[in-house]
């Protein structure tokens, strides 16, 4: 049984199919990776994990218990985390207390919470800007605010929504290393982006999704050669002869 | 002297002074004003912990009010328990109605819920003034209730001003401690994070409506004890006053000019906002009907468009200014003088 | 049918037809005046369907309308209808200004913000400030004008049907219809429906929506103003007379759906309906709890209202 599995879920709404009976396994310590093009479905089933929503049918089993339709607070609960495409800081409060809102599920003591938030500070390298209002940082400050409040809530499973978008490619670099460091340190990864290099050099495994409905999953070099992907993304005339 | 030290004697001052007042202020008129004043305060920092911690707008805070003085007032009269352990048991009641109320409403947005409440408070008004008797309890409908003079501490009364200030000003400092001790803990954070991006917040294993629901319930709790204090205070209550939708707008509004979210910006806004109200409704209103109302809507409409964090942010300036101002700024980064 | 200002004399009647015309008449009240009801409602949801924000000085704009018309009428003998003529513009001004000047800080300062709470606080302060200054300036008197349809009716068959609300009804519906078929058709009212869907995407379409959002509060508030007009030759003028249809107007636009047009000619219909058949059975006070009750089960069971758009709350 694989860490989390996705089992036959699809998402309507309404008429329109936005998952449609994806299968998906990530085993524990991989970095999986999810791509596809815009509007292809993604974040709908990250919602779905995440509790944001419930999925239309299938479910979603992780370590073995079917956490299907939880709400979002209990999911946390079961030590999942993510991220938001459009970054949600708690923007009238310093970064610390940012991180502290986080890591307040592990204890209810001010004192051994303030020390937690330091800790993943530190491992972000955010440290010195602790004090700092959230809304007067740079965007890439708040991307990694974002990934430091998930990891605030020590989770073993993290769900990451396109943190690089944005990013100039030093600041991706960078990212790439602290999600490679947060993997070696036991959290498994899944993680969904459009930069292609990070995702290729970051992911153990990936899918693809169009349409709402898997339509390639293998190795990074496998996934880049399937003529499938190549036809989803540049369409017919770019498959190679 | 340093401006540690100057920040610390000028509090010092201030709570001596505010706890020595009535030796050397005998007029009851004054009494009575800075006894309503505290009594604002008191409300506007109870309503804060969900108008400013939880991040919605409640504007129907004085049912709560209404609730706390009807309740202990009316088992006064009927079976003639003390006040004192009616205005808990008004407290509770109070509480569990906010409970009631806020479990439905606090999952609205923003003005679905700020009409809700209206809505609600208007409702509890008009049930009142419609109501005579609930069996042996006396409600007296529209006309409100009078309560008779007793006199006596274990009936909540006192022939002088002087016990009513010290009781209002320990509860204010009671509410403020509350306040206080609540943003510093859990329950603040979570509070703060729910009210600011709920969906944030919710990832991060908070259940935002829940926490809501508890800081209505707080604020509804306190909130009731004061009705109590007030009916004790004045002997004379009707719905279109304590329950009123105007009352329950001026607790709202006070605590919004002063600085919602903050410990000090309600207690700032009475300070500022009573005085003005009733200075105008005492020298101008045989002039000019209804023209500190106005006055209110003016500085609400300046305050939200020039300083929408309220007065405590300019005031916590120029406060910083005297302090800098006055200890000759012996502090230099990294020495001590 | 043709105008009476006397009630036909009685005839002996089976007890069932009594008061199945009771009912029948006070379903017509309801209706007439619930339309009017709906007409102030309209105003109010327009803003808000485009805007995002909710009017509290909406009952005091009304208000303001319903003084200009008395004035107007007290002092030159027109008709209240006639008085639309300057009513109109006149508080169509007020509104322009009142948004560009008070409101449209707000949203620039809180860009990202869908509804910020900021306008709720200010709109309750122009409120204040208009209700108190009426207050100050009129005095605190309920006023009546006596216009040359004031008290008159019409009867159909044992019916009677008042003049002024069957009038007030007529002008509901052509406004109604003019404010679609305005918003559906003209230039202007499709920039007014694209700035209603996203602030900062019609600003790129190339559509001034600050100056947009003038424009729609404008037409929100001038259609207080024909309610105004409309309500003076049988309602009573007094400053705190827009508290009353403001909380009204809160509970029909909820009720009906925020934004809705049909929603809130229905929702004040409904709100009408309840007040003139209540009345026959229990006090005037009893009928307004009714009303709260029934606006809070909407909202918890249906918050988005009969008509409004489904969202995640």
């Given at each position: 049984m694989a860490y989390l599995e996705?089992?036959?879920?699809?998402?309507?709404?309404?008429?329109?199919?936005?998952?449609?009976?994806?299968?998906?396994?990530?085993?524990?310590?991989?970095?999986?990776?999810?791509?596809?093009?815009?509007?292809?479905?993604?974040?709908?089933?990250?919602?779905?994990?995440?509790?944001?929503?419930?999925?239309?049918?299938?479910?979603?089993?992780f370590k073995g218990d079917d956490i299907t339709g939880m709400k979002p607070w209990d999911i946390c609960k079961q030590r999942i985390a993510r991220t938001f495409q459009v970054v949600k800081p708690f923007t009238s409060k310093t970064v610390l207390y940012n991180v502290m809102v986080g890591a307040y599920i592990r204890s209810t003591s001010p004192a051994e919470v303030k020390d937690m938030a330091l800790e993943v500070l530190e491992r972000l390298k955010l440290a010195d800007k602790k004090d700092i209002l959230a809304k007067n940082l740079t965007i890439a400050d708040r991307k990694r605010l974002e990934l430091a409040r998930a990891l605030a809530t020590n989770p073993e499973m993290l769900l990451l929504d396109e943190c690089m978008a944005g990013l100039r490619p030093r600041e991706v670099d960078e990212i790439i290393d602290i999600i490679r460091s947060i993997r070696d340190g036991g959290?498994?990864?899944?993680?969904?982006?459009?930069?292609?290099?990070?995702?290729?050099?970051?992911?153990?495994?990936?899918?693809?999704?169009?349409?709402?409905?898997?339509?390639?999953?293998?190795?990074?070099?496998?996934?880049?050669?399937?003529?499938?992907?190549?036809?989803?993304?540049?369409?017919?005339?770019?498959?190679?002869? | 002297m340093t401006r540690e030290n100057l920040d610390k004697l000028l509090k010092i001052i201030l709570i001596v002074g505010v706890f020595t007042l009535p030796v050397?202020?005998?007029?009851?008129?004054?009494?009575?004003?800075?006894?309503?004043?505290?009594?604002?305060?008191?409300?506007?920092?109870?309503w804060n912990l969900v108008g400013g911690f939880a991040g919605v707008l409640p504007l129907g805070h004085s049912a709560y009010v209404g609730i706390g003085a009807y309740t202990s007032t009316v088992l006064f009269m009927a079976f003639g328990l003390s006040p004192w352990i009616g205005m808990f048991v008004?407290?509770?009641?109070?509480?569990?109605?906010?409970?009631?109320?806020?479990?439905?409403?606090?999952?609205?947005?923003?003005?679905?819920?700020?009409?809700?409440?209206?809505?609600?408070?208007?409702?509890?008004?008009?049930l009142v003034e419609n109501t005579d008797k609930i069996g042996p309890l006396l409600v007296n409908g529209p006309r409100g209730i009078c309560i008779p003079l007793h006199?006596?501490?274990?009936?909540?009364?006192?022939?002088?001003?002087?016990?009513?200030?010290?009781?209002?000003?320990?509860?204010?400092?009671?509410?403020?401690?509350?306040?206080?001790?609540?943003?510093?803990?859990?329950?603040?954070?979570?509070?703060?994070?729910?009210?600011?991006?709920?969906?944030?917040?919710?990832?991060?294993g908070v259940n935002v409506a829940k926490y809501k629901v508890i800081a209505m319930a707080l604020s509804c709790f306190l909130t009731g004890l004061a009705g109590t204090f007030y009916a004790q205070l004045m002997l004379y209550f009707y719905p279109k006053q304590i329950l009123g939708l105007d009352f329950s707008f001026e607790i709202a509004f006070i605590a919004l000019i002063g600085g919602r979210g903050t410990i000090a910006g309600p207690v700032i806004g009475a300070l500022l906002l009573r005085p003005v109200s009733d200075f105008s409704r005492i020298y101008l209103s045989d002039i000019a009907p209804g023209l500190h109302l106005v006055i209110y809507g003016l500085i609400l409409i300046l305050v939200m468009l020039y300083m929408p964090r309220g007065l405590v942010d300019p005031l916590s300036r120029g406060y910083n200014w005297v302090l800098d101002k006055f200890s000759g700024k012996t502090e230099v980064e990294g020495v001590k003088a | 049918m043709r105008e009476r200002s006397h009630a036909p004399g009685p005839t002996i009647q089976n007890p069932c037809e009594v008061i199945m015309d009771v009912i029948i008449q006070s379903i017509i009240n309801?209706?007439?005046?619930?339309?009017?009801?709906?007409?102030?409602?309209?105003?109010?949801?327009?803003?808000?369907?485009?805007?995002?924000?909710?009017?509290?000085?909406?009952g005091s704009l009304l208000m303001v309308g319903m003084y200009a018309a008395y004035w107007l009428v007290t002092l030159t003998g027109v008709n209240p209808y006639v008085a639309l003529?300057?009513?109109?513009?006149?508080?169509?001004?007020?509104?322009?200004?009142?948004?560009?000047?008070?409101?449209?800080?707000?949203?620039?300062?809180?860009?990202?913000?869908?509804?910020?709470?900021?306008?709720?606080?200010?709109?309750?302060?122009?409120?204040?400030?208009?209700?108190?200054?009426?207050?100050?300036?009129?005095?605190a008197e309920y006023r009546v004008v006596n216009t040359t349809v004031s008290g008159t009716s019409f009867s159909l068959g044992d019916l009677i049907i008042s003049a002024p609300k069957f009038y007030g009804f007529v002008i509901t519906i052509i406004t109604a219809v003019a404010l679609v078929w305005f918003l559906k058709y003209t230039k202007l009212g499709k920039a007014i429906r694209a700035a209603s869907l996203d602030r900062v995407a019609a600003s790129l379409m190339g559509i001034n929506q600050y100056r947009v959002y003038n424009i729609a509060f404008g037409i929100g508030t001038a259609i207080a103003g024909i309610v105004g007009c409309v309500l003076i030759p049988f309602y009573y003028v007094f400053p705190t007379?827009?508290?009353?249809?403001?909380?009204?107007?809160?509970?029909?636009?909820?009720?009906?759906?925020?934004?809705?047009?049909?929603?809130?000619?229905?929702?004040?219909?409904?709100?009408?309906?309840?007040?003139?058949?209540?009345?026959?059975?229990?006090?005037?006070?009893?009928?307004?709890?009714?009303?709260?009750?029934?606006?809070?089960?909407?909202?918890?069971?249906?918050?988005?209202?009969?008509?409004?758009?489904?969202?995640?709350?």
């Open positions: 996705i089992k036959n879920v699809s998402k309507h709404f309404g008429g329109l199919k936005a998952v449609d009976q994806v299968d998906l396994s990530i085993e524990q310590g991989q970095i999986f990776g999810l791509i596809g093009p815009n509007g292809a479905g993604k974040s709908t089933l990250f919602n779905c994990v995440a509790g944001v929503y419930p999925p239309t049918y299938g479910n979603v089993i959290v498994t990864i899944f993680v969904i982006e459009h930069i292609m290099r990070a995702i290729m050099a970051l992911s153990d495994r990936i899918s693809v999704i169009n349409f709402g409905a898997k339509i390639a999953e293998g190795t990074p070099e496998e996934v880049s050669k399937d003529p499938n992907v190549i036809k989803a993304y540049l369409g017919e005339n770019y498959v190679a002869a | 050397w202020m005998r007029s009851p008129t004054y009494l009575q004003i800075l006894i309503l004043l505290f009594f604002y305060a008191y409300l506007t920092t109870a008004g407290g509770i009641v109070s509480a569990i109605v906010g409970t009631i109320i806020g479990i439905p409403t606090l999952k609205l947005r923003g003005a679905y819920f700020a009409l809700a409440t209206m809505a609600f408070g208007e409702g509890v008004r008009v006199n006596s501490f274990a009936q909540f009364q006192f022939m002088s001003k002087v016990p009513y200030y010290y009781i209002i000003l320990i509860m204010l400092c009671i509410v403020l401690f509350v306040t206080w001790y609540i943003s510093k803990i859990r329950i603040g954070y979570y509070l703060a994070g729910g009210g600011e991006e709920p969906e944030a917040a919710q990832a991060l | 309801g209706t007439l005046t619930g339309s009017i009801y709906g007409l102030a409602a309209l105003g109010l949801t327009l803003i808000f369907g485009v805007i995002k924000v909710i009017n509290f000085a909406h003529i300057v009513v109109v513009p006149l508080l169509f001004f007020f509104g322009y200004f009142m948004q560009a000047i008070v409101i449209k800080p707000i949203l620039v300062q809180q860009a990202d913000v869908r509804e910020p709470s900021e306008v709720i606080i200010v709109t309750s302060g122009v409120w204040y400030i208009l209700d108190n200054l009426t207050l100050m300036v009129f005095g007379v827009g508290v009353i249809f403001d909380v009204k107007c809160f509970i029909i636009v909820v009720l009906g759906g925020l934004g809705s047009i049909p929603g809130a000619l229905i929702g004040g219909v409904i709100v009408g309906l309840i007040e003139s058949i209540g009345a026959q059975f229990m006090a005037s006070t009893w009928t307004e709890l009714i009303v709260y009750v029934v606006f809070l089960a909407v909202l918890f069971v249906r918050p988005a209202g009969l008509f409004g758009e489904k969202r995640d709350w």
